[in-house]
């Protein structure tokens, strides 16, 4: 079991890094539940809230050590807090990994885990089939940045994806199930042209979650969320969340990577791939990317986090299984022109989903109605119990149309890459009774007639 938050004295040496407390050897169900935080004696049996932005030494000496990384332990929020590192330490033992970290937000994640590792002249190759603020992100706001990104067809062949990678490419980016096109990777595809070219492969995993699908096992290096989805569960908080396997070599791999393989000047000469070994990325994700740019979680909400957390192996087979029924229901619509569940056996990836998240894949439904992009307006503005909201994937059903919302920026060529159809309805299934949520469609679909 993982050790509980220690107070400075006796720290562990900078050997073990600043993240050292991850659980491991228990199912997914009790890591739910009792991950990340294991009280001593005394203390609180619930993760408490470490509202302080500071944390207090006795010596100066002592402070100074942690701020040479010399020492574990805590001294201003925006680097670390407790609650958040128990929170981060729940997930990073769900992943499999071996270091993670929260973020703000899932943005700040995506943003971090390639900024962490590519900067101005470098490359990075992402699927096409992301979220649309990534692929906003990736391809106006780093190309501001100067890092250049090639955007393949997830299904592109292995012999013409070996054809995007420059010797400048840094990393591989995609998401395990896209959203909202719902697109399933084929995760070994793309985890084997990033090895062969000496980079990591980055997934997204919000949609399938680590209780449907852990990436690592199929080589993915590092795995970042939007905690803000099924992870809360409730819509009640904004989060993200990196996870590091800590199995990439970075040092095999020194020349692409001299952030983590050469000298910081900025804490006296420090060689992150040689000092903190498997913690090497998340530490200097830490001790660069918080110090400098900031976009911590709030303890606050890193404890409803934590609570959703609780109930993520509850929750997820719920959703999936009314995905599963609401999507089975549209199949069988005269009014419905096409769906697209990856749980469906008329799925194109329900096979490769059975290889890649046998328990279940998620409960986003894609689909659009005949008669196009007029009658799924109408369509969506005639449920009652589903509601617009921009939110997915959390326990109220909740519907939104991409090509109006989400991926407005997005021109119609942008939409098709995406794989985003202008009829496209995401419709996220909560988990309230599938037998209500269907009547809701059939009587939006009778008022549409
Ligand atoms: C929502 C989402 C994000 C962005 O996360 P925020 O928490 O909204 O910043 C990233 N990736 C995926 C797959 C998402 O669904």
Redesign the pocket.
């Known amino acids: 079991m993982e050790q509980r938050y220690t107070l400075p004295e006796g720290s562990p040496s900078a050997k073990e890094g600043v993240h050292s407390r991850v659980s491991s050897g228990y199912r997914p169900e009790t890591i739910c539940i009792q991950g990340g935080w294991t009280p001593g004696k005394g203390e609180p049996r619930v993760l408490p809230i470490y509202q302080s932005t500071t944390f207090k030494y006795d010596t100066s000496e002592q402070m100074a050590r942690l701020f040479d990384l010399e020492d574990e332990g805590y001294f201003y929020t925006r680097l670390q807090n407790p609650t958040n590192d128990a929170v981060a330490q729940k997930i990073c033992a769900l992943e499999g990994g071996a270091a993670a970290m929260l973020t703000s937000?899932?943005?700040?994640?995506?943003f971090y885990s390639i900024f962490n590792i590519a900067s101005a002249g470098d490359h990075v190759i992402s699927s096409a089939t992301?979220?649309g603020?990534?692929s906003n992100l990736f391809t106006v706001t780093l190309k501001k940045l100067g890092i250049d990104f090639t955007l393949v067809d997830p299904e592109i062949s292995p012999e013409e994806l070996e054809k995007e990678f420059k010797p400048n490419t840094r990393a591989v980016f995609g998401?395990t199930i896209?959203?909202p096109s719902l697109v399933v990777l084929d995760i070994e595809k793309f985890a084997k042209a990033a090895h062969d070219h000496g980079v990591p492969l980055i997934l997204?995993n919000?949609?399938a979650t680590p209780i449907n699908c852990r990436p690592f096992e199929f080589g993915a290096d590092i795995v970042?969320?939007?905690?803000?989805?099924y992870m809360d569960g409730h819509a009640m908080s904004?989060?993200?969340c990196i996870v590091d396997s800590g199995n990439f070599d970075w040092m095999a791999h020194k020349e692409k990577f001299p952030g983590l393989t050469t000298p910081d000047e900025s804490y006296h000469g420090l060689v992150y791939a040689e000092a903190f070994g498997k913690k090497a990325y998340i530490t200097k994700a830490t001790a660069q990317l918080m110090r400098d740019l900031g976009a911590i979680q709030s303890p606050q909400n890193a404890f409803l986090l934590n609570v959703g957390l609780e109930t993520l192996h509850l929750r997820v087979p719920c959703h999936c299984e009314n995905a599963r029924k609401v999507a089975e229901y549209l199949e069988a619509c005269e009014d419905v022109a096409w769906v697209n569940y990856p749980g469906l056996k008329s799925s194109p990836y329900y096979e490769r989903a059975k290889k890649y998240m046998p328990g279940g894949t998620c409960g986003v439904i894609a689909f659009g109605l005949k008669g196009g992009r007029e009658r799924s307006i109408k369509f969506m503005d005639s449920l009652k119990l589903a509601a617009i909201v921009t939110h997915?994937?959390d326990a109220r059903t909740s519907v939104l149309h991409p090509a109006s919302h989400t991926h407005r920026q997005l021109s119609d060529e942008q939409l098709i890459e995406a794989g985003v159809k202008p009829d496209l309805i995401r419709f996220s299934v909560g988990i309230e009774n599938a037998v209500d949520i269907i009547a809701d469609i059939e009587q939006a679909l009778d008022a549409v007639r």
């Open positions: 937000s899932g943005q700040a994640a995506t992301i979220y603020g990534s998401e896209s959203n997204d919000t949609f970042t969320h939007s905690t803000t989805k904004v989060g993200g997915v994937a």
